[in-house]
């Protein structure tokens, strides 16, 4: 039941990552770009954590946490990159 | 392993899939940024909180022991999807506002109004020497766009 139910969760997580690739290149506003990266990011924390499940090894753990670190880090950046035209002032 | 804890494990990765699925979809179909930052801040941080629950509770069950990983994962995520959507929204009310890469399903037509009070907002206060900075509408003209920076 439960590698049924990971398939179908892996599939989704696949599909989703998809998607928002489509909304990173379609834009049309950087906003939209920074939003896209960062559900790209947040789908791969989720891919992890699924393969993780799937492989029964909790090694791939520290991997996810730090995706999830630099991920926000680096939305906060573009972010105010794209506001003040800098990032450190 | 018990079946109920099975079946419970299986909802949960069932759940968390559709979820992130659900919120991926609302980020391609729906109009404007506004709209957008729905689905990815509420249904998708939903969905990767569902596996990682699902994670949490496979790991014991399944004899391997507990890890506190996913329980910081879940924390970290839950704090930070709603300050990046913040951020998200600032820069984006920002570039519509000056009329940079506009578009007409957002509903935003000026930038950010009046304060009220002694200081503007600081987001158009202005920095150090040598940074590139957006002043503010109010006692200049609205730019042109030159160089792509907000």
């Not at chain 2, 957008?36 to 069950?61: D, E, N, Q």
């Not at chain 2, 990046?84 to 984006?92: E, G, L, N, Y």
């Amino acid at each position: 039941m439960i590698s049924t139910a990971l398939f179908f969760a892996i599939a989704c997580v696949t599909v989703s990552i998809l998607l928002s690739l489509a909304r990173l290149l379609l834009g049309p506003s950087s906003g939209d770009r920074i939003l896209a990266l960062d559900t790209m990011v947040i789908n791969a924390i989720a891919l992890i954590i699924l393969f993780c499940i799937q492989e029964r090894s909790d090694t791939y753990f520290e991997a996810a946490l730090l995706l999830a670190m630099v991920g926000f880090v680096s939305t906060v950046a573009y972010c105010k990159f794209v506001l003040r035209g800098d990032i450190v002032e | 392993m018990n079946p109920l804890i099975e079946g419970i494990i299986a909802g949960l990765l069932v759940l968390g899939g559709s979820f992130t699925l659900i919120g991926s979809w609302g980020l391609v179909r729906l109009p404007s940024l506004m709209t957008r930052l729905h689905g990815p801040t509420k249904a998708t941080t939903l969905g990767v909180g569902s596996c990682l629950v699902a994670s949490m509770i496979f790991f014991p069950a399944a004899g391997l022991g507990f890890t506190a990983h996913e329980l910081m994962i879940t924390l970290f995520l839950f704090i930070t999807a709603p300050i990046s959507a913040h951020m998200i929204a600032k820069s984006h009310i920002h570039r519509q506002g000056h009329r940079l890469d506009p578009n007409p399903a957002d509903g935003i037509r000026e930038a950010l109004p009046p304060t009220g009070g002694p200081t503007d907002w600081a987001t158009y206060w202005q920095g150090g020497e040598g940074t590139p900075l957006v002043v503010s509408d109010a006692d200049q003209p609205p730019r042109e766009q030159s160089d792509g920076r907000g």
